[in-house]
T-cell receptor, first 110, second 113 residues
Framework: NAGVTQTPKFQVLKTGQSMTLQCAQD?????MYWYRQDPGMGLRLIYY???????DKGEVPNGYNVSRLNKREFSLRLESAAPSQTSVYFC?????????FGPGTRLTVT | GENVEQHPSTLSVQEGDSAVIKCTYS??????FPWYKQELGKGPQLIID?????GEKKDQRIAVTLNKTAKHFSLHITETQPEDSAVYFC????????????FGTGTRLTVIP
């Protein structure tokens, strides 16, 4: 039982490049989330998926897209990376109120 | 939307002393308040939570209190140990839709041996 897994762990992109962050959970949770964590700002919600087939914007969705591929997987895509998207990205999942987080992806955009 | 404020941003205590972290929230509809511990290089881990129908909850050395009228809640760690050193986040949720969480900005706790 791995919980929530994220790939890659680290990534460096040049401005304008695209990439997809992958997230998978093996807890059969309905809801999944993407957050970004910046120094001094806590975690901010980018997008969430309340159930398979649905996605909604969170607090900071601009510059991102998501896909809920199936119940297990929820991916985050940066179409044209910008330096402002340098951050640590966390995926989480939940069935009820308690959210369980993955280990994070540290992304640097130069 | 919900706004959660957390204080202090850094806290140093001697081993064995108590630590208290405080949070306030703005949305009276919020009814779920978790606390997360984040160690260096890892994701946040849920350590305790409280719902709005309860005023206090304890789990060994950790306790959380909630004052709905004043819209604030606190984390209390007693008999602190060096392994308690981490960043702690409070959060609030109105539990609508997908139970979205709104996080405070974190408290870096250092326990000095």
């Amino acid at each position: 039982n791995a919980g929530v897994t994220q790939t890659p762990k680290f990534q460096v992109l040049k401005t304008g490049q695209s990439m997809t962050l992958q997230c998978a959970q093996d807890m059969n949770h309905n809801s999944m989330y993407w957050y970004r964590q910046d120094p001094g700002m806590g975690l901010r919600l980018i997008y969430y998926s309340a159930s398979e087939g649905t996605t909604d914007k969170g607090e900071v969705p601009n510059g991102y897209n998501v896909s809920r591929l199936n119940k297990r997987e929820f991916s985050l895509r940066l179409e044209s990376a910008a330096p402002s998207q340098t951050s640590v990205y966390f995926c989480a999942s939940s069935e009820l109120a308690e959210q369980y987080f993955g280990p994070g992806t540290r992304l640097t955009v130069t | 939307g919900e706004n959660v404020e957390q204080h202090p941003s850094t806290l140093s205590v001697q081993e064995g002393d108590s630590a208290v972290i405080k949070c306030t929230y703005s949305d009276s509809a919020s009814n779920y308040f978790p606390w997360y511990k984040q160690e260096l290089g890892k994701g946040p881990q849920l350590i305790i939570d409280i719902r709005s129908n309860v005023g206090e909850k304890k789990d060994q050395r950790i306790a959380v209190t909630l004052n709905k009228t004043a819209k604030h809640f606190s984390l209390h760690i007693t008999e602190t140990q060096p392994e308690d050193s981490a960043v702690y986040f409070c959060a609030a949720s109105p539990q609508t839709g997908a139970n979205n969480l709104f996080f405070g900005t974190g408290t870096r706790l250092t326990v000095i041996p």
